[in-house]
T-cell receptor, first 113, second 112 residues
Framework: DTAVSQTPKYLVTQMGNDKSIKCEQN?????MYWYKQDSKKFLKIMFS???????INETVPNRFSPKSPDKAHLNLHINSLELGDSAVYFC????????????FGQGTRLTVV | KQEVTQIPAALSVPEGENLVLNCSFT??????LQWFRQDPGKGLTSLLL?????REQTSGRLNASLDKSSGRSTLYIAASQPGDSATYLC???????????FGTGTSLTVIP
């Protein structure tokens, strides 16, 4: 069983479109995250949710909106996609707000053309 | 703001060698430090987690040490194998927050 799963794995879309990336974890964790990995492979936090509540919202354009319908899911919706949004997006989870061991999904490679 | 640096950025070694990867962080008020492995086109795999009160953790051929006061951690890989080839990332969590600050990564190639 995959602990943290993201869909889709690859996403190619045109500028201006709206797209969503889904994330689910079956570990029973309370905290979930979205990270962005840029072309230089640097990982940076975007959002963090604990028990469906937003904890961290880094400096991310408001075109990015996370949605947590329950604590096992944290989806990422992106409006009006731009070329600079092209990156790999990783979902992760950990047991609590104070990071214990974190588990990452396989990543979603988003390419905006 | 926490900054995490990893040296070297890339490392190439022959199979069987022991090697050390370095991680340094600017804010020593960390809650824990975690080492990850990332294979090309794949996600991150957790290798070792060290709590701030610990000095080291071991898992198989891997040993991670932590010197919080000097802001350093090392990942020691014994008897390297071609399958160890990957990018290794360290990440720290601060006492005051709940997000990981990632290092820049070390790309390791083990030559058969």
């Amino acid at each position: 069983d995959t602990a943290v799963s993201q869909t889709p794995k690859y996403l190619v879309t045109q500028m201006g479109n709206d797209k969503s990336i889904k994330c689910e974890q079956n570990l029973g964790h309370d905290t979930m995250y979205w990270y962005k990995q840029d072309s230089k492979k640097f990982l940076k936090i975007m959002f963090s949710y604990n028990n469906k509540e937003l904890i961290i919202n880094e400096t991310v354009p408001n075109r990015f909106s996370p949605k947590s319908p329950d604590k096992a899911h944290l989806n990422l919706h992106i409006n009006s996609l731009e070329l600079g949004d092209s990156a790999v997006y990783f979902c992760a989870s950990s047991r609590g707000q104070r990071n214990t061991e974190a588990f990452f999904g396989q990543g979603t490679r988003l390419t905006v053309v | 703001k926490q900054e995490v640096t990893q040296i070297p950025a890339a490392l190439s070694v022959p199979e069987g060698e022991n090697l050390v990867l370095n991680c340094s962080f600017t804010d020593s008020a960390i809650y824990n430090l975690q080492w990850f492995r990332q294979d090309p086109g794949k996600g991150l795999t957790s290798l070792l987690l060290i709590q701030s009160s610990q000095r080291e953790q071991t898992s198989g051929r891997l040993n991670a040490s932590l010197d919080k006061s000097s802001g350093r951690s090392t990942l020691y890989i014994a008897a390297s194998q071609p399958g160890d080839s990957a990018t290794y990332l360290c990440a720290v969590t601060l006492n005051t927050g709940n997000q990981f600050y990632f290092g820049t990564g070390t790309s390791l190639t083990v030559i058969p």
